[in-house]
């Protein structure tokens, strides 16, 4: 399994609080990028006053570094464009009853 797999399926092992759908599902990862072992993750959260606002992003970061080839985690949070249902996966939509 390549390392943009792996990451993939360290950030589907984590959920929204509210929402019983993994973040990847949601649409709330918006960029994964690996180069030479670092990866660089640009995320968003339903909202910006989500209540995980400081540990999602933190627990994503974490879940990462398990994975021993990945040397550093960079995580940026961003709200441009801001996250809504239409970013969800067909799955999340179909769990959702969406």
């Keep these: 399994m390549n390392l943009k797999k792996k ?3 360290e ?3 984590i959920y929204d609080p509210e929402i019983p759908v993994n973040i990847y599902e949601l649409g709330l990862i918006y960029d994964i990028s ?3 072992k670092d990866v660089k993750v640009k995320m968003t959260l339903t909202t910006p006053n989500c ?3 400081e540990s999602l992003p933190k627990e994503v970061k974490d ?3 398990e994975i021993k080839e990945v040397n550093k985690v ?3 949070l961003i ?3 801001p996250w809504d249902k239409s970013m969800m ?8 009853n969406l």
């Design 74 to 76: 960079d995580l940026d």
């Design 63 to 65: 879940s990462i570094m």
């Design 89 to 96: 996966s067909e799955a999340a939509k179909l769990e959702l």
């Design 79 to 81: 709200w441009d464009p």
């Design 51 to 53: 209540p995980v606002a």
């Design 34 to 36: 690996i180069i030479n």
């Design 11 to 13: 950030i589907k092992k």
């Design 7 to 9: 990451v993939i399926s």
